[in-house]
């Protein structure tokens, strides 16, 4: 018989028990039958298998002082494409803020009011949106590579950009990178790793999703011809292929848990413990495709399971985004430690997140530390 450490509960096969009750006679309580020794290990392993349920549910007590362990940071999510829906089962999973990268939209755009007015929306309106539904929302402002092809538009919005990096809540620039790796992307990364250093704000480095190991390795030497700090850098959508180079080089290693593609949540879990968690990131890149907003989540729960400590898995899901995206001061902790209120009758610009004959959620500010839980 051994002993269980969780609620000092007791764990044993019918052979332990045969043993246990040798000479002696268990009687059912539901039928005053004959309570056999496969019986009675079958109905403790029931037992004992609820206990952890209810354990793995509630998750590790909190004393309040500081994060909990589940409290999670995606900071690669396209939530302009995602529900409210999204929202209420990311804050239910213990995600407390999102950073919405710019994107393109699945089709080109034709004209820099689009990005604009792309620009504004996920520096304003998804902002309030997100917080309507408990979560805090950052974003990135860039043009990504796969539209940096059309050379006189691509201009007009680099031009453009200034105005939007200096705005509450803009953490970094991004997604900057190659996706065809054409001399025009190039063009179009450089002016923006410029434009970075200017601002003094992060950079987050789309890695492209053919050539990957060749993209990575000339993102790299762009950046450091450009004598860009590493550590202001997150090289992101890496992989098996790239993520000992760009550790070796001091770069921040972002992976998105995609499905089918990109990362999954089993290789991730295999690279915490083979690389530790020291400058990894875990994030959904969630967007208008197949893909997953609580892949994070998920995939923590996963690392959980398989042993990797609680202050492994919360470095990669939680703290080391935060020490990245926080350079600038624009992301605090403070912002979902101590946040404001909900209440979904406020307006934006004459908006609400609800529609007719909808109630209204309206909560106190802030949210008990011990309700931040993985599930």
Request: overall charge negative; proline content about 6%; hydrophobic content about 40%.
């Amino acid at each position: 018989m051994t002993k269980s450490p969780l609620n000092d509960s007791f764990a044993c096969d019918a052979g332990t028990l045969q043993e246990l009750m040798a000479g002696k006679t268990l009687t059912c309580p539901c039928c005053d039958g004959p309570l056999t020794a496969e019986k009675l290990a079958r109905l403790l392993g029931d037992v004992q298998r609820l206990a952890n349920d209810r354990q793995e549910q509630a998750g590790p007590a909190s004393n309040g002082s500081a994060p909990a362990a589940g409290m999670i940071i995606d900071p690669h999510a396209h939530m302009i494409s995602r529900t409210t829906d999204d929202y209420e089962a990311m804050a239910k999973a213990g995600v407390v803020a999102v950073i919405e990268p710019a994107f393109w939209l699945g089709q080109p755009r034709t004209n820099v009011g689009s990005y604009i007015d792309y620009f504004t929306m996920i520096s304003g309106f998804e902002r309030f949106r997100a917080g309507q539904f408990g979560i805090r929302h950052y974003c990135t402002i860039g043009l990504n590579p796969k539209e940096a092809n059309n050379e006189a538009l691509a201009e007009a919005v680099i031009d453009a950009l200034p105005r939007f990096l200096v705005k509450e809540g803009v953490v970094a620039m991004g997604e900057l990178g190659y996706d065809e790796q054409t001399p025009l992307e190039d063009k179009a990364l450089r002016a923006q790793i410029e434009l970075a250093k200017e601002y003094s704000l992060p950079i987050m480095i789309h890695t492209p999703h053919r050539d990957k190991r060749a993209g990575t390795l000339r993102t790299m030497s762009v950046l450091k011809e450009h004598n860009f700090d590493p550590s202001r850098c997150v090289i992101d959508h890496n992989n098996e292929e790239t993520i000992r180079e760009v550790l070796d080089q001091g770069y921040w290693c972002a992976f998105s848990i995609y499905p089918q593609t990109k990362m999954g949540s089993e290789r991730m879990a295999a690279l915490v413990e083979s690389y530790g968690p020291g400058q990894l990131i875990v994030d959904s890149a969630c967007d208008w495709g197949v893909s997953d907003p609580l892949a994070v989540a998920k995939t923590a729960r996963l690392m959980a399971q398989r042993g990797i400590s609680a202050d492994a898995i919360r470095k990669v899901v939680y703290g080391n985004a935060l020490s990245v995206y926080g350079l600038n001061g624009e992301m605090d902790e403070q912002h979902w430690l101590a946040p404001a209120a909900i209440d979904q009758r406020t307006l934006y610009e004459g908006n609400s997140v609800l529609r007719g004959g909808q109630t209204p959620r309206i909560e106190e500010p802030g949210r008990p530390v011990d309700e931040l839980r993985i599930v």
